[in-house]
């Protein structure tokens, strides 16, 4: 079946450290990968996505790579600053099963100045 | 620009009660989603409706009935509320296509069983 496993957190870093958040994934299919954020009492908003092997989502200085070969897709940032604090959420997407989502249980960021 | 919206966004019921979630989207998407928000656990599926007319139970369906109303409208009813339906959820929809899709979530409720 298929199945997204990210990070545990809370992860607390400091202003412009280096953020790498790990999320792998299990498909029978050939998913969409994707990134969301939610920052506090909001809905989750699209960070990134990928729609196959090598692709590399990129948006707000976050990048992702799809890696078929490791099934991963892990979220980087250079430099983050306080307003990156949220919950991010790894998830897919697979079209040939039943047009679900599959997400995993979120990584809590928080950014001290 | 609407996008997902949901109502009520915030709701204490007591145990027993009975109420409907309302959720409406429009982007002409065919596929709607209900998710339950808990600490730790993620985005739980509760059901969802792959397009108009046709509804299918998620990871944790019990307790809960939808109806897919029309193509905007996607409702999650609570027949009887237990304090274990105390949770945030959250509406969302989107439209699957060749390369992939997206899901568009509305601000969410915030349900109170007492």
């Known amino acids: 079946g298929n199945s997204v496993t990210q990070m545990e957190g809370p992860v607390t870093l400091s202003e412009e450290a280096f953020l790498t958040i790990n999320c792998t994934y299990t498909?029978?299919?050939?998913?969409?990968l994707f990134w969301y954020v939610q920052y506090p009492g909001e809905g989750l908003q699209l960070l990134l996505k990928?729609?196959?092997?090598?692709d590399k989502g990129s948006n707000k200085g976050f990048e992702a790579t799809y890696r078929k070969e490791t099934t991963s897709f892990h979220l980087e940032k250079g430099s983050v600053q306080v307003s990156d604090s949220a919950v991010y959420f790894c998830?897919?997407?697979?079209?040939?099963?039943?047009?679900?989502?599959?997400f995993g249980t979120g990584t809590s960021l928080t950014v001290i100045p | 620009n609407a996008g997902v919206t949901q109502t009520p966004k915030f709701q204490v019921l007591k145990t027993g009660q009975s109420m409907t979630l309302q959720c409406a989207q429009d982007?002409?998407?065919?596929?709607m989603y209900w998710y339950r928000q808990d600490p730790g656990m993620g985005l739980r599926l509760i059901y969802y409706?792959?397009?108009?007319?046709?509804?299918d139970k998620g990871e944790v369906p019990n307790g809960y009935n939808v109806s897919r109303l029309n193509k905007r409208e996607f409702s999650l009813r609570l027949e009887s509320a237990a304090p274990s339906q105390t949770s945030v959820y959250f509406c969302?929809?989107?439209?699957?296509?060749?390369?992939?899709?997206?899901?568009?979530f509305g601000q969410g409720t915030r349900l109170t069983v007492v």
């Open positions: 969302a929809s989107s439209e699957f296509y060749g390369s992939g899709a997206e899901a568009f």
């Open positions: 498909a029978t299919g050939y998913p969409s």
């Open positions: 990928a729609t196959k092997a090598d």
């Open positions: 998830a897919l997407s697979d079209r040939h099963t039943g047009n679900q989502f599959y």
């Open positions: 982007m002409n998407h065919n596929s």
């Open positions: 409706s792959a397009s108009e007319g046709t509804t």
